[in-house]
């Protein structure tokens, strides 16, 4: 936890602050938001839209059976480490020409679904390095004592979840939005 702790950290200061600025307005203005993700990536993009519905917003999970129509001015908000998993790239292009705004979670920026994207907000792969101030140590020789750290995507999903969750709490501080009210719009017949 603590290893993973430090890399959320180190992903945490290179965050753009602009990218974060400009995937918040689009959040904004969105009619209506679309949530979606492969796997554990979309584990991650189910636990947001239900924290956007807590706080008011419209938002939907694609690929659901209710979910409704995509229209003009509704935004896709995808979470894909890779930006390039097929299934997730032929919806995002769909979306694209019904004229949708596509805001990516990711942390390969150059990547299909990356070049198509209105916004990026970039998450580093921190599992292969080490921040600078440990630079002293062996990467490799590091990584070998850890050799069950964050397999597969971990890092960018702990990490996207990490974020999200942290947008959540500055879209409260916009929209003046507190807890006792997304308390009331939590599902209450789980
Ligand atoms: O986030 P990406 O690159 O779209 O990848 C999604 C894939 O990664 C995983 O979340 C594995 O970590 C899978 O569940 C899923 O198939």
Redesign the pocket.
């Known amino acids: 936890m603590q290893l993973m702790a430090s890399r959320i950290n180190a992903i945490a200061d290179h965050i753009s602050d602009e990218e974060v600025s400009h995937f918040i307005k689009e959040l904004l203005d969105a009619k209506r938001i679309y949530v979606m993700?492969?796997?554990?990536?979309g584990l991650v993009a189910k636990a947001f839209a239900m924290r956007l519905m807590h706080l008011g917003m419209m938002s939907y999970v694609v690929g659901e059976t209710i979910t409704p129509a995509l229209q003009t001015g509704d935004l896709i908000v995808v979470?894909?480490?890779?930006?390039?998993?097929r299934t997730?790239v032929e919806i995002v292009q769909t979306a694209k020409e019904i004229g949708g705004r596509i805001s990516l979670i990711t942390s390969n920026p150059d990547s299909p679904i990356g070049k198509i994207s209105d916004t990026k907000v970039i998450i580093e792969n921190y599992r292969d390095s080490i921040p600078d101030e440990s630079k002293e140590y062996d990467t490799r020789q590091m990584l070998g004592e850890h050799r069950s750290f964050a397999p597969?995507?971990?890092l960018?999903?702990t990490a996207a979840m990490t974020f999200c969750d942290a947008v959540i709490s500055r879209l409260m501080e916009i929209t003046q939005t507190d807890e006792s009210e997304l308390k009331d719009r939590h599902a209450n017949i789980e």
Request: proline share 0%; charged share 15%.
């Open positions: 993700g492969a796997g554990r990536s979470l894909s480490g890779s930006g390039k998993t997730i597969l995507g971990t960018f999903e």
